[in-house]
């Protein structure tokens, strides 16, 4: 909707939903109604919308791509201002109100986690937070019921999957998928912090990247795998996870990534060269 009635305005904000973002699209979307507050007035709404700094020209943009439309459109010839902006106030009040009952509902994720998982161990996890570590608790559920960690990673489905006939078999085919697709999720999404912050993991991505020269996307599931031999160890000895080097020595997490950024840096050439749009 923004796009479509004051086409430069998004172009004026990083992120769309920030709270000054928010504000100009809520209550200074009829551009109108901005020409006759004029560009200072509008400066001091938005300097008061956010307790964050205010990057220098903001208020300036948002004017400027307002009388953009202001011109492109004219005062109510082509688009009726009045019902669009009043339409904008109405969206951005629905989604507000569902992030607070996103956010309601998470705190009671997180408290029922907390109470079924008091060590919180799986936290200690590079790449595992408040948000991951409930979904994957949910659905690990009893970590004995896993008698291997190649059992476990087969419930995930990030394995690879076989193709086999009474002559031939096949490995190294597509992800078997076979689990849920929610702890899929949350393992690649861990994954991809992971190899930030923990040496041995970030040595298995720079080995897919740098020499088996895979892409990404199917480095990051490669080394998914890994995470849920860690996930399920954590929960089964329900200790905290220790980060280590590739030698075995224990880090801090400064020195984890000190390590990483001398040694385990995918560099940017071998990124672009393996990017599948250029």
């Known amino acids: 909707m923004v796009t479509f009635a ?4 998004l172009d004026c904000f990083e992120d769309p939903f920030t709270l000054r973002a928010r504000l100009v699209f809520k209550k200074y979307f009829h551009p109108a109604r901005v020409k006759q507050l004029g560009v200072r007035r509008l400066a001091s709404a938005l300097l008061k919308g956010s307790d964050k700094p205010m990057h220098a020209g903001l208020d300036e943009q ?19 201002f009045d019902a669009l902006s009043d339409e904008m106030t109405h969206e951005i ?3 507000e109100q569902e992030e607070k009952l996103l956010q309601m509902l998470n705190e ?13 161990n799986l936290e200690t996890i590079p790449g595992i937070g408040k948000t991951l570590a409930p979904v994957m608790f949910a659905i690990i559920s009893n970590p004995g019921r896993f008698s ?12 690879p999957g076989r193709s ?4 031939m078999e096949g490995k190294g085919g597509k992800m078997t998928k076979a689990g849920p697709p929610s702890i899929r999720r949350a393992l690649y999404l861990a994954a991809d912090v992971a190899r930030q ?14 020499l088996k020269g895979n892409q990404h996307v199917k480095a990051t599931c490669a080394i998914a795998t890994k995470m849920a031999s860690r996930v399920l160890r954590v929960l089964k000895e329900d200790v905290p996870y220790e980060i280590r080097d590739v030698d075995g020595t224990v880090l801090t997490r400064q020195e984890a990534r000190q390590t990483i950024v001398e040694n385990w840096m995918v560099p940017d050439t071998v990124r672009k060269r393996l990017r599948k749009k250029k």
């Open 6 to 9: 004051v086409p430069l305005l």
């Open 62 to 80: 948002v004017y400027a791509a307002l009388m953009d439309a202001y011109e492109l459109y004219g005062e109510q010839e082509f688009l009726d």
């Open 93 to 95: 009040e629905m989604l």
């Open 108 to 120: 009671k994720i997180y408290a029922l986690y907390e109470h079924l998982h008091p060590s919180r």
């Open 148 to 159: 291997s960690t190649e059992g476990f990673r087969s419930f995930t489905g990030m394995i």
């Open 164 to 167: 086999e006939s009474g002559l």
């Open 197 to 210: 912050w923990d040496p041995q993991i970030a040595k298995h991505y720079y080995e897919q990247m740098v």
